[in-house]
């Protein structure tokens, strides 16, 4: 469980969710929908019980977990002055696991030019970058928060059908 002072934040949480699934977390505003991702994340802490990925505890070998996910915030902060292309190399070079051949696919169904600033993107191609660099070293945990926020309806249904195939 987790709060905000006297707010409730989630309590009581018990998921499972299985190899192959996608799971949509569907709730209105102030539901702890992110507020559970951040805890799986161990980007916050639980006051009380236990979150784990892969059987790794996220508190406890959260480093471990996090080599398994790729992750897509709702809230997503990017460096500015940098390159699409320099952020997506920066990453690959933290993590290790790049497959620069689809990261090349996928920047090019989803129509992003990666060699502008980030500054210069669009708030759609700000989310695309971001998809692309929770996808590219193909995670065995896609966890995508509001991942279609800001596309135009023909990205959101590239989006939905890269999840279909990530999913297979």
């Known amino acids: 469980s987790y709060s905000y002072g006297k707010q409730r ?14 799971f949509g977390f569907l709730g209105p ?16 802490r639980p006051k009380q019980g236990t979150a784990s990925i892969f059987g790794f505890d996220c508190q406890q070998n959260g480093v471990a977990a996090r080599k398994h996910v790729g992750y897509l915030p709702g809230e997503l902060a990017l460096p500015g002055n940098m390159r699409g ?3 997506l190399n920066m990453l690959d070079a933290m993590r290790g696991q790049a ?4 990261r090349r696919q996928l920047c090019g169904r989803l129509d ?9 993107y669009s708030r759609g191609n700000k989310q695309k970058l971001g998809l692309v660099a929770a996808m590219m070293h193909k995670p065995d945990l896609l966890i995508l ?9 023909l ?3 590239t989006v939905l059908e890269l999840v279909r195939e990530t999913r297979a």
């Open 9 to 22: 934040g989630i309590v009581d949480v018990d998921l499972t969710i299985d190899k192959g699934e996608v």
């Open 29 to 44: 505003n102030g539901a702890g929908k992110t507020t559970t991702l951040r805890l799986l994340l161990d980007v916050i």
């Open 85 to 87: 292309r320099s952020y």
């Open 99 to 102: 497959d620069p051949d689809y």
């Open 112 to 120: 992003l030019d990666v060699s502008r600033r980030i500054r210069e």
């Open 145 to 153: 928060d509001e991942p279609t926020s800001g596309l135009d309806p």
């Open 155 to 157: 990205v959101q249904q």
